[in-house]
């Protein structure tokens, strides 16, 4: 894992092998787990400046009038990189959609400010990606047992990894396919920036490799040593900013819950962006679509719904209707389970008191639940098609050739223009 010198860094300057792109929060309580991990990784023990850590503060969850140079994310920042002036540099939050190209490392991973990175985590995922040519490679969390992860996997396809439950892990980014697709990622997102640019790069990708084994983010407990080192270099505790707050505390969940709410909808917004632009129209578009109708969009309605503010319940409603009205035509919708269909039937008529009722006593009596329940008279069926009707025909000869002579990787480029995609949408439509 030799690095090189490379244009623009400085002459013999060593291009770094991974550059760590960390969101550290305003939130007082969010002690930078994954700050503090990023020392002791094994990869900086092969060569000197082989990690790099691009920090921006997220103060979107602060107060208002204070900027990155004063809230508590911009003070965790500074200090962490005047102790690591050769690891950590501060990003402010106004350059945070150049990040893949403020990034020097070969390879680029998003981490959360809890994600903690086992030690060894980063030089495996480096190594599997060198040995196999991955632009993508995907590691495990911790506590995740799905299989795709019970060994490694040297190729595997983009629907693989959706469809299994992989788009969340760990993924490691080779920063040359993010600056030459034009992928970005969308921090604004908070938490849920990771998603759509781990979809973007597997559907844009080369070649797809799964990092089996142990674990790569490993729990976030508190430790000492952790709580020390954060103190020495936040400035004021968690205590002292409350008190200078006014004495605000945590108060009840629909307090913090309604800013994540929305941010998850605006992530499962963002997947769709993301599905619509780079996925093959056909097979691969239908299946993804059913993804996001049958496992995104329910997600936004369970259990947790209940304890979100009245007003807050309606906007993330009026979100859920919108994408399902631009996106789920009765056929898919129809094919969605009916728990969760029930759900989305009353989130896009805006019936939310209805759908309160109804997620209440699906959780005390489990399915099926009757309409009658959720105060619906009479359910109206929604027009669905034939039942083969959802199935991906065979593509048309015209549409064989025209894939079986361009590369998919320049299908996915093209169909980032606007005016191509639409052709392609309605050259489909007639031949596909």
Partial sequence: MAGSARAGGGEGTPVPEVTVVLAVRHAPAARSAALAALPAQSIRRRRSGALEVLAVADCAHGPADQCATDCAAGLRLRGWAERYPDLVRAVEPAA???????????????????????????????????????????????????????????????????????????????????????????????????????????????????????????????????????AATDGPTDEEQDRAAGGRAAGPVAGPGRPRHEERLRGVAALVEVVRQLAEPGAELAVLLDWVSGWELPQLLCTDFLTLEVAAQRRLCAGVGRLVERHCPPVRLQAVAARDRLRLELACRGRVAALRRLIRYQAAYGEPAMHLVAGERAAQPLAVAAPDASTPAEPALVVQVWRGLVPVQLRRRLRRQPAWRGFVNRAYARWG
């Fill in 96 to 230: 945070a959609g150049q990040l893949a190209e403020l990034a020097r490392g070969r390879y680029l991973l998003l981490l959360g400010p809890e994600e903690p990175l086992a030690a060894q985590a980063l030089e495996r995922l480096v190594a599997l990606a060198d040995r196999t040519r991955a632009d993508v490679v995907l590691g495990r969390r911790a506590w995740d047992r799905r299989a795709i992860f019970d060994r490694s996997w040297t190729r595997v396809e983009a629907v693989d990894c959706v469809l299994s439950g992989a788009l969340g892990a760990v993924a490691l980014l080779r920063r040359d396919l993010l600056t030459g697709a034009g992928l970005r990622p969308r921090l604004e997102l908070g938490e849920h920036a990771a998603r759509p640019l781990t979809l973007a790069a597997c559907l844009s990708s080369r070649r797809i490799a799964v990092l089996g084994g142990e674990d790569c983010l490993v729990a976030a407990e508190p430790d000492e040593a952790t709580d020390e080192a954060d």
